[in-house]
Structure formats: C-alpha cells, structure tokens
C-alpha cells in the first residue's frame, strides 16, 4: 500500500553505528542500551531485537509491560525496569526473568515476601531526588550502608548491580556531578569492604559517557546518544536514527492579500506557489514549530507559513519543482532535531517519542 500522509524511516544502520561508536568512547565496556518510551518514539522492538543481535547484552525500560513486550518477542538479553513494579505483578518479574530495580528497603521486603527469586539492582539517589535509597551527602554513607546491607541480606532479592543518576551530567556543574560520583563510589566501598558483592555498577548516562570517561565504572547507559543526539558538545559523530517525510498532497498559486492557514497569521505580499503537506499537530508536528521553521527538499530549505493544522502544514514552494506525491524532510539527515527542539525551547527526547505511529508509517532500514 503506498504512504498517503507520513513516513518515518529508522535507520538501523544508523542504531548500531551510534552503540558502536559508545561502546568505543567507553573503552569497550558494557553498555546498557535504554529502549524506554518504545525507544524513543523509534519502535522499542525492531530497535532492541537489531541490537541484541549485534552483541548488546543489556537493556533498560521504565515499567513492566515495556520489559514484557520486549522478551515476547524474542529479546533474551538482561532487561532492567528502572521503576517500581506493583506488588501484584511481581510475579511476572520472575516468569519473564526480568530484572527489577529496588529502591528501599520498604519495598524490597515487599518484592521479598512474594517467596520467589527476583533478580534485583540497587539505586541510590545521590542527587536526583526522585527516587532511591537516600545518599546525597557523604555523611549519609553509613546509613545507606546498612539499608543496602539489609536489602542484600533478603532472602529472595538475588542482587546483581547497583546504580545511581546524574541530573547535571549535562550541564556546567561538574561539580556536582563529581560530587554525586564520589558519594555513590564510596558508599560501594563501604559496602563491599563489609563483606557484600554489589554486581555489576553504573552512573553514567548518555551525557555522563561523553563527558566524564573515568566514571563510567563496569558498565553504563545511554538513551538519548544512541539514537543519534548526543546531549553535551563532542567532536565525535553521532547520526540521527529517525527521519520524517511527509507527502506533498496540494500544490496551488495564492494572490497578493491571501491567507495562509487558521487565523490568517501568514498574509501573501505577492503571487505565491505554496505547497500542502500532510503533516499536523496530530502527527507529533506541533503548533508551536511552524513559525520560523522550514523543511527540506533536496538542496532547498522550504519556510513554513502560517498555523500548523491538525494533520496538514504548508510551505513555501516558490521556483523549485515540487509535485504532489513529492516527500519533504521535517527532520533528520538533512535538518538536525537539535536545531527544531532548540528554537522551541525544549529537548530533542520530547520530540522524538512525539512522532505518531497510529497515523505515521514506520520504515526500519537495515
């Protein structure tokens, strides 16, 4: 059936060359790949199955039906939920050989009183303040000692890494950030000198792995970076997974004092060629883009004009040879999303996993 409205291609080769690349900026340790929110609005199955079967060994989701879709279709690799399971679905947390994150001892015990084993990783919060056994300060470091100890000792908890989160990784306070590191490493220490194995160790998120390389300890996690938008500045090259087309639909000649859109905000000083294109706020495409935004078509830059609509956006079509059925770029190889996300005030995650796949049609390209 050919595309009437939107078509997102996902470049897998892209996807691996991203985790490659991160693999070597961390000396060829583990990386955990974080395939939450459907991997970024990027399809979180297709994404992790060409992963694993390119070596990745590690995977992260936010909650349970993420982690659940991934191992039925035929994801085998450790797959960690990084919030809290309720009680009542522990059971699949077992079944599914899934690993679970604890973030107290409260509900440790909760996990514990199941009597089933339930692969566990440990958080502390060292400064996110979200959640996590409390470790801020050097000072709370025997008393996140012993909860941690406590938590080891449990009966059906069988433990296998612990982690924390850097909020500030970045930005310019690497003061913090090493603060937090050094909170979280000596709380380990303190830990393991007492006798305890903690598994397997991570800090560092996509920004922590660019930017602080002598804290990535045994293993870390990338999101963002592995889709192709590195969160700090790099002289390394990173290539965007997704992109958007969307299809020329009307192309159509307007007269000097024409309106563009609802509310007339784009008014015609001369005759103008100016094109439909079936994208809107509804696709993911959002209102607050059209003003001083454009897309691509081949070498041109195309100015939006006027109010995006619900599922259509029009642009300036003016001495180019632009047909119906014709696709432009609303982002990705020819227009980077940092320059759209910027430009609107926000980050390039919200964007990305706005993309609509009940209207869009997904391509992945290996």
Request: one cysteine or more; aromatic letters at 10%.
């Amino acid at each position: 059936m050919d595309i009437d409205r939107v078509k997102v291609n996902i470049h897998l080769d892209n996807l691996l060359y991203n985790y490659r690349l991160l693999q070597r900026i961390n000396s060829d340790k583990e990386v955990m790949a974080v395939v939450k929110a459907d991997a970024y609005g990027h399809g979180a199955i297709k994404c992790a199955n060409y992963l694993a079967e390119n070596g990745c060994k590690y995977f992260a989701v936010t909650e349970l039906k993420e982690a659940v879709e991934l191992r039925k279709s035929g994801i085998d690799s450790e797959i960690l939920i990084f919030s809290k399971t309720a009680k009542e679905n522990l059971y699949l947390i077992n079944n599914y050989d899934l690993i679970q994150t604890v973030d107290s001892l409260e509900y440790a015990k909760e996990i514990n009183n199941k009597n089933y084993p339930i692969k566990t990783h440990i958080i502390l919060d060292t400064g996110m303040s979200r959640f996590g056994v409390y470790c801020h300060r050097q000072a709370d470091i025997e008393k996140t000692k012993s909860e941690v100890i406590a938590i080891l000792k449990l009966k059906y908890l069988h433990n296998q890494g612990i982690y924390t989160h850097f909020p500030s990784a970045d930005t310019d306070d690497e003061d913090y950030t090493e603060k937090q590191y050094n909170v979280f490493v000596d709380s380990i220490k303190s830990i393991e000198d007492a006798g305890y194995n903690l598994g397997v160790k991570h800090c560092s998120n996509s920004a922590g792995i660019i930017k602080y390389g002598d804290k990535n300890l045994s293993m870390v996690r990338t999101g963002i970076a592995l889709y192709g938008y590195p969160p700090v500045k790099t002289s390394e090259i990173f290539k965007p997974v997704m992109e958007v087309l969307a299809k020329v639909i009307s192309i159509r000649s307007i007269l000097p004092g024409d309106g563009v859109s609802y509310g007339r905000t784009y008014i015609a000083k001369n005759e103008e060629k100016i094109a439909t294109v079936a994208i809107g706020y509804a696709d993911g495409y959002s209102r607050h883009f059209g003003k001083g935004d454009y897309f691509c078509y081949q070498e041109y830059r195309l100015p939006v004009l006027g109010r995006v609509c619900m599922g259509a956006t029009m642009i300036k079509a003016e001495g180019i040879n632009l047909t119906v059925g014709d696709f432009v770029e609303v982002f990705g190889n020819k227009k980077s999303l940092d320059e759209l996300a910027s430009r609107v005030k926000t980050i390039p995650y919200e964007l990305l996993t706005n993309m609509a796949k009940k209207r869009a049609n997904f391509i992945y390209i290996r």
